[in-house]
């Protein structure tokens, strides 16, 4: 029962592109969603976060959009940088619960 | 300020023993968290600590996983009886709001 998939275990895009990384989830009653960066040998480094009751999201070169209707939701890096390479985990949070489910990740390599 | 931070970074032991992770969280972070991630898997949430609160122990996989919080800070998950599918990073986070997470290193355990 995987209520939060990455569904694209790797993307590859060109420096200065757009990169777009892409989440879909099941479960209709999380009302927040998250975007954790990791290096190897590195703990997640938190990126972005959105509220079930917004669309849209955004902090310098990422964007989270939610499209609830979907129950779906992407990060957008504009414009890509080499530094982006990393794994990147989308996750969930339901009400009170406190605890995080994440998706299996998806590795961005940025091309020079 | 200081981020999360776990001890010690590696640990190797043998079959059936018994290991104990440290956890030293944001100072004033009310909320604690313990994730484990196993090899090419998305982090699995195993416990979470609120405050004064009893703490949620729905994602521990077995009884011989244990975690304590003394004095509101310091954490320590304990496993009992090692197995080989003990085997993973264990990553503690901590929290101010409830939502947004933030990661230590991460404590890499292998049983043999």
């Known amino acids: 029962d995987q209520q939060v998939k990455q569904n694209s275990p790797s993307l590859s895009v060109q420096e200065g592109r757009i990169s777009i990384l892409n989440c879909d989830y099941t479960n209709s009653m999380f009302d927040y969603f998250l975007w954790y960066k990791k290096y190897p040998a590195e703990g997640p480094t938190f990126l972005i976060s959105?509220?079930?009751?917004?669309d849209k999201n955004e902090d310098g070169r990422f964007t989270v959009f939610l499209n609830k209707s979907a129950k779906h939701l992407s990060l957008h890096i504009v414009p890509s940088q080499p530094g982006d390479s990393a794994v990147y985990f989308c996750?969930?949070?339901?009400?009170?619960?406190?605890?995080?489910?994440f998706g299996q990740g998806t590795t961005l390599q940025v091309k020079p | 300020g200081a981020g999360v931070s776990q001890s010690p970074s590696n640990k190797v032991t043998e079959k059936g023993k018994d290991v104990e992770l440290r956890c030293d969280p944001i100072s004033g972070h009310t909320a604690l968290y313990w994730y484990r991630q196993s090899l090419g898997q998305g982090l699995e949430f195993l416990i979470y600590f609120q405050g004064n609160s009893a703490p949620d122990k729905s994602g521990l996989p077995s009884d011989r996983f244990s975690a304590e919080r003394t004095g509101g800070s310091v954490s320590t998950l304990t496993i009992q009886r090692t197995q080989q599918e003990d085997s993973a990073v264990y990553l503690c986070?901590?929290?101010?709001?409830?939502?947004?997470?933030?990661f230590g290193p991460g404590t890499r355990l292998t049983v043999t």
């Open positions: 959105i509220s079930s009751i917004k």
């Open positions: 996750a969930a949070k339901r009400g009170n619960t406190g605890k995080l489910i």
């Open positions: 986070a901590s929290s101010s709001t409830g939502v947004e997470q933030y």
